[in-house]
């Protein structure tokens, strides 16, 4: 469903430039953290586009978006002193006007290439050519003062978008965004937007397909056109962003409680708050260690992904190997040899040893077939044993068949662990 056509929204368009992108070499960043950005504000991003350091598919993709009619274009990449940077010039072509040497701008990047020149030893010449590249900026635009070396532009199109240009290293990007939006340019177009309003519901173990009959349901009784709504999986949960302009709360809550009465049992987040910050609220006050086979650390790595969690994760042991469980964890050889190392049983030994060797009130063990090969007609690639238990003698395990590659059977390996987690803490700490 999409969120009705507003005209006085502001609509935006990014373009990503780098032909590793396209490559496949890194993975694009900048845009999806623009779009975000843009999102908070009150923007519409219209396009996001990805194009390599070819001056001619830049330029293109700067009149395609000025052809769509947005208001605002941001740019990142093509800054530095190599000979494929070439946004600044690029987008002086698109204004209609030349590059002209920013005196002031040259100045200060020469200060920071100074304290570059003298930890390297480059080549004095090489880095006096690279600052003049860097100083030229569009006549008229306004530059913003270099993050790493490279200064950003504002420049404003006569009859055409306002472009923000920024660097590629994300680090520098993000840090120069503020100054960015705090230019007359900016605050220009900026001042006509309206910030959107906005929900996020998680829920665990309903399917995509569900939610879309929910969503048809609901839509024959609730008139849903104010509302843009998108479900997706993320880490194997089901993620629900519903996005309104003002006005459209009395609709918004309203089909949030259709869905928490139809899925209840699902639902588990209606205030945005991800598993991995409720868990570490839950885990307040107590200790967890794990236990892990088939997902190497992963889940010890995800729980430590969260500022402060050394209050509350004591450990965690990678047992792969059938002696690693006995020796490190303590699982009976005779276990592991009646019920074999995916079992329910093990699992729980697992959790039970993690407890015990690393002096925890919640353990986690986790064992299972991550593929592609070793699955049996009893045991196929994606079965995975996984079980929470506690110093109280709670204990609560799954065995699921997951989909997936090794990397996503492992991956939502995880989740399953600390949905599990979750609903054993929920049940002792209600409140």
């Known amino acids: 469903m999409r969120l009705v056509s507003n005209s006085t929204d502001v ?49 293109a993709a700067l009149r395609f978006l000025a052809d769509q009619g947005v208001e605002l274009v941001v740019t990142s990449g093509g800054l530095g002193p190599t000979a494929d940077d070439v946004t600044a010039e690029v987008v002086a072509g698109f204004a209609g006007v030349e590059l002209e040497l920013d005196g002031l701008m040259e100045q200060r990047i020469a200060v920071i290439l100074a304290r570059f020149r003298r930890l390297s030893g480059f080549d004095p010449a090489g880095l006096l050519a690279a600052n003049r590249k860097q100083a030229m900026v569009p006549r008229g635009a306004q530059a913003l003062d270099p993050v790493g070396t490279a200064p950003g532009l504002v420049v404003q ?94 609709i918004r809550d309203a089909l949030v409680e259709q869905i928490r009465v139809k899925h209840a049992r699902y639902l588990f987040s209606t205030d945005g708050t991800s598993l991995d910050q409720q868990l570490a609220g839950l885990l307040r006050g107590r200790r967890i260690g794990t236990a892990e086979s088939c997902t190497g650390g992963l889940l010890a790595a995800r729980l430590t992904e969260q500022p402060g969690s050394s209050d509350y994760v004591a450990g965690g042991v990678v047992a792969y190997s059938n002696a690693a469980k006995t020796e490190l964890l303590g699982v009976a050889p005779e276990l592991i040899e009646q019920h074999g190392a995916v079992s329910p049983e093990v699992a729980r ?37 996984v079980c929470v238990t506690t110093n109280d003698g709670t204990a609560l395990a799954g065995d699921p068949v997951l989909p997936g590659d090794r990397a996503e059977i492992r991956d939502r390996s995880v989740t399953v662990a600390m949905h599990l987690v979750r609903r054993v803490l929920a049940r002792r700490d209600p409140a």
Request: proline share 8%.
């Open 11 to 59: 609509r935006a368009g990014i373009v990503v430039t780098g032909t590793e992108l396209l490559t496949g070499l890194i993975t694009d960043r900048n845009g999806p953290w623009l779009a975000q950005r843009l999102g908070e504000l009150g923007v519409e991003v219209a396009h996001l586009l990805r194009v390599g350091d070819r001056p001619a598919d830049l330029a």
């Open 157 to 250: 199109v006569d009859g055409g978008p306002t472009v923000i240009v920024l660097p590629g290293p994300p680090r520098e990007l993000q840090t120069m965004w503020p100054a960015a939006l705090a230019t007359p340019a900016a605050k220009a177009v900026l001042a006509r937007t309206q910030p959107f309003e906005s929900a996020q519901l998680r829920l665990f173990g309903l399917p995509e397909s569900q939610i879309a009959v929910t969503l048809r349901e609901v839509g024959e009784t609730l008139d849903l056109t104010p509302l843009e709504i998108t479900t997706c999986l993320r880490r194997a949960e089901l993620v629900i962003d519903i996005r309104h302009r003002p006005g459209a709360e009395a």
């Open 349 to 385: 030994a697992m959790a039970d040893g993690a407890r015990d060797r690393l002096v925890a009130d919640v353990g986690v063990g986790i064992t299972g077939v991550a593929g592609p090969g070793g699955g049996t007609d009893a045991k196929p690639v994606g079965y995975v044993c």
